[in-house]
């Protein structure tokens, strides 16, 4: 009785060249790789708006309720050219910068307490629990009281719309961390800071990231809040004082050019700043799709 | 075969003296250890009364069914617990914490670091815990990434590789350490079968060229047989020592012997476990 038997592939015995290979890659069609881009889908879709805004208005034609885009334009243009636009946007930004900043390092102290010790994680998790759910701008009046009618109230009540969120990610973040990343941190011998810092962090960038868009959002609106109620805090107004001013004047293009100054530089920041730094570290490292 | 296996009776009973006397130059020792963990609500005992010693360039293997605490055991060994009773000692210095000296080799495929490149995988232990100058260890790590064959996914990140490879890399950082021990927790469990052989011939191959010391945990039979020269054969709920193995690398494949000590090893493993159950 014959034993088993290994009978080759055809092209295999004649030893010719695969002829179909050409055939396993091929280029897809230039329109499917255009749409394939999404800032092309998307800002397709911001222009189809603008036009329906624009013949919405046009239509309406009542400047003091709903003014065209054009006109919208024209004073955004208008007002970054006089140099009003650009130093409101700088007090707001210098404001906000120093608060997101320094939210940002309390959150870092506070969580790396809290990984490191017992003590350091109930007192994390009860204050997240406390003052997670607090509007930041429910303080403001509070924080008038105590800092005054400046920058200082801002940045402590940016501070606390900050903080939490920031914590609460970046410590669900290191919780997350898979126990073997963490055995493997060990292995190395790393402790304490240099653990956090060369194995946690960038094992829980994904969470820690989403924690600063969050943080950065409730930043920006806490801080357009703050200022349009209650008006200039500082010595000049920011671009939500910009918008009160312009609405009580009935300057409507003005109110709806800082209201879109306000959405730009959203777009920008998460845009530009946090899709390059995602680009550049969770996406290369495959930790997203 | 038969007689390679030691039958250990009765696992409280003292070693033989004239193996003590060789164990104070062990490289590893593991002293009647006693490992418990705790779950939420019950404490467990992994192993119970367990010694073995490790030689230098031993090939050795922890071999049991699940449930007989071998991965906990290695776990001890690592450094990652603390027994409740007994004692390990590595070059005659007690295990307390873990440490570079022993490099461990997880099953998983998540434990490369995935934001750094398998060069940098290697690399980065080397730095960090051998404090070996970057060029110095830039060289060290892609001469072990040679070895593993990984020469062209040296600067690749590792979701973009196989499982096979992970694993490799695995072993390329763990060996690149030239750690007293290599241990490895199940390392080709996650593989798929024909990966896992090239494995262990490639695992094989390399312990010919440098002869690094090994244990290595396993369910399987055929792996033990094929990569130990020692194996540790323990029984489950608690873990306990049932026998040793020794000399398996005498144990041929073509005649027959290898498949014989295979059953023997089973009939070992299960005969007990019908009444236990």
Redo the contacts between chains.
Sequence with gaps: MPGPQIILAADVTTNRQHANVAEVEQRLGSLELILGISAVRKTVLIIVLAIIWQVYASYLDNPLLFPTLSDTLTTLYDRFVDGTLPSRIWTTLQVLITGYVAGTLLAAILTILAINTRIGTDFLETMTAMFNPLPAISLLPLALIWFGLGASSLVFVLIHSVLWAVALNTHAGFLGV?R??R??G?????TGL?YVT??LV??A?PSILTGLKIGWAFAWRTLIAAELVFGVSSGQGGLGWFIFENRNLLDIPAVFAGLLTVIIIGLIVENLVFQTIERH?IQ????KE | MLQAIQQKMDPTAGLPDVKAASEAKSLLTVDKVTLRYKTPNLLITATEDVSFSVERSDRFVLLGPSGCGKSTLLKAV???MAPVSGSIHINGRPVK????D???V?Q?F??L???KTVLENVM??LV??RKLPRREAEARAKEYIDKVKLTRATDS????LSGGMKQRVAIARGMAMQPDILLMDEPFAALDALTRRQMQDELLQLWEDTRFTVIFVTHSIAEAIKISNRILLLSPHPGRVKAEVIDVDRACQDDGSAVALERDIHNLLFSESGHRE
């Design positions: 898979s073997t990343l055995m493997v060990g292995n190395y011998g790393l240099s060369r194995i960038p094992a960038f570290t290369k490292w495959g930790m | 690592g450094g990652y914490k873990p440490g570079a022993r490099m461990m997880f998983e998540d434990q670091l995935p934001w980065f232990p960090v815990a990140y590792p979701h973009t």
